[in-house]
């Protein structure tokens, strides 16, 4: 018995159907930079800034989320989106742009340490690609397949996937394990 694609829609309420969210292509600096540059809106000095304590293609989460909530607390205490664009295009969409990527790397595909989310991410959110309707629910319950997999070796020692995903599921199929509080028992 394992989570599947329907647990995954039912559960979690992610989509299961529409495009996959593969990111193919060789992800150097260059191209890492040059979609930065495209969905954030910021130059090489605010990338290397994002980027530092980031292993290879990956910014941390902290940065990114300190140095958005900063941009955006400036902006808003300024009280026009004229100013906004005036400093250096800061708009609603890089501000969701980067939320998205924060939440990607947090909650739905978060790594090992948890500290760093792929910059590559970024890709699905482009202009163009915005519109496609992209299949979430496939690519959490493949993640969490791949860490599966990945901590059952002999040195495996930690395991990270959506835990919303792998807990509710865990909640719906087996509602009878000892510890598990029934819904009368629940503040929930």
């Not at 304590?53 to 900063?70: D, F, Q, T, V």
């Not at 989310?117 to 969490?144: D, I, P, Q, T």
Request: glycine residues 8%; proline residues 4%.
């Amino acid at each position: 018995m394992t989570p599947t694609l329907d647990d995954v829609e039912q559960l979690v309420r992610l989509p299961a159907d529409g495009n996959a969210t593969v990111i193919g292509g060789t992800w150097g600096f260059p191209a890492i930079l040059e979609v930065f540059e495209n969905n954030l809106l910021h130059n090489l000095n605010a990338f290397k800034s994002l980027k530092a304590g980031g292993a290879r293609n990956s910014l941390p989460l902290k940065k990114l989320k300190e140095h958005y909530a900063y941009k955006l607390e400036k902006v808003l205490s300024d009280g026009t989106a004229a100013v906004a664009k005036k400093k250096k295009g800061l708009t609603t969409r890089f501000v969701a742009r980067a939320y998205m990527l924060y939440v990607l790397g947090f909650f739905l595909f978060p790594t090992k340490k948890g500290t760093d989310v792929s910059a590559r991410y970024l890709y699905l959110f482009a202009k163009g690609k915005v519109a496609n309707k992209w299949s979430w629910g496939l690519a959490v319950l493949a993640h969490m397949y791949y860490n599966m997999g990945a901590v059952s070796r002999d040195d495996g020692k930690q395991f990270t996937c959506c835990t919303t995903l792998l807990e509710s599921w865990i909640f719906a199929h087996f509602p009878k394990l000892a510890g598990i509080p029934k819904e009368i028992d629940s503040d929930a």
